[in-house]
């Protein structure tokens, strides 16, 4: 799909706050109401803009720890790969899981609030995906980086 500025400038703007209204988007992108409005309808239909969400803070809602889990299997059939997936949809903590190249297999990022609590995950975890050869758990210490904003400058 090919963006020109003004697609751009939208997603820019609502990148940094969604709950704008197109009012207030329009008057940050420079053009007026409708045709804003119709831009920000065709993102959304062409599933460039996927939803609108707030951010929530993890360590104010009690679930301040971020583990990263790194999985390693013999097994890469589809099948197990489906359970795979069920198995980290069902997991609300859950909030990440990617498929890896290299020698890693599968990335998974887990918020929990704490120890105890990504025990009682992990335990669960294991018990529905079986063929597991290696999971290691890593505790994040400080996150020095967070954003959900892609740089635009390149599409």
């Known amino acids: 799909m090919k963006f020109d500025d003004i697609d751009r400038r939208i997603l820019k ?3 940094e ?3 704008l209204s197109v ?3 329009s008057d940050k992108v ?3 109401t409708n045709p804003c409005w119709r831009r920000i ?3 959304e239909d062409e599933g460039v803009i996927k939803k609108r969400v707030a951010i929530l803070d993890p360590n104010k809602i009690g679930l301040g720890m971020t583990v990263f889990v790194t999985i390693r299997t013999e097994n890469h059939s589809t099948s197990w790969l489906d359970i795979l997936s069920k ?3 069902i997991i609300p903590e859950i909030v990440e899981c990617h498929r890896l190249g290299g020698k890693e297999d599968y990335l998974l990022k887990v918020q929990v609030g ?3 609590h990504y025990d009682r995950v992990y ?6 995906v079986p063929g597991l050869n290696d999971v290691s758990s890593t505790f994040s210490m400080q996150k020095i980086k967070y954003s959900t904003a892609f740089d635009l400058s390149e599409i």
């Open 87 to 89: 198995a980290v949809q």
């Open 13 to 15: 703007t609502i990148q």
């Open 41 to 43: 309808k065709k993102l």
């Open 123 to 128: 335990k669960r975890f294991v018990d529905l």
């Open 30 to 32: 420079g053009v007026t």
């Open 114 to 116: 704490g120890i105890e």
């Open 23 to 25: 009012q207030d988007i």
């Open 17 to 19: 706050d969604a709950t």
